[in-house]
């Protein structure tokens, strides 16, 4: 059976931007849709803590090649790191502003994100049948050019939504009418 997996990025939660709207329009039509709260934070957020929560539902069996995981912000490096690290292949994968390699948002996201980071990006294609990645033009906190450069690495379709900003409720997305059709 198909199932979802909607993975909030650094210092978030599985209720902030569009998250709870996408649990609502996904599970609505009957498949099963997780949305866990990864450790915060400076000291819990890493990634190492990370895995283990998605390890755990690994090991239920939750995650395989009928799974599609919807990342956002970190979350698409951290995902892309754990399916490549742990060998496991998925139908999905729906990144939204991702990013690798890049410093220089803060002190604190940049502590945080450092440990996500990884040098073999490309070799999540293997682990996907499809990944889309969405990114904006004015994103206040990854630059333009750094989110390309992570879908051109790694996307097999892009999405460019001018003037979205980081595309979360700061920048008026409390829904996700886009990700829709590619679900």
Known sequence: MDNYFIIHGSFGSPFGNWFGWLYDFISSDGKQ????QFPIGVGFQNYENWSKLLKYYLEQGLINENTTIIAHSIAPVFVSK?????RVKVNKLIFVCG?????GIDEEYDTVNKTMYFDNLKDVKQYANEIICFYSDNDPYVKYE????????IATEQICIPKAGHINSESGFDTFEDIVSYL
């Open 33 to 36: 849709v997780y949305v866990p």
């Open 82 to 86: 754990f399916l490549t690290e742990n």
């Open 99 to 103: 990013f690798n390699n890049y410093l």
């Open 146 to 153: 750094v989110e390309k450069e992570f879908a051109d690495t």
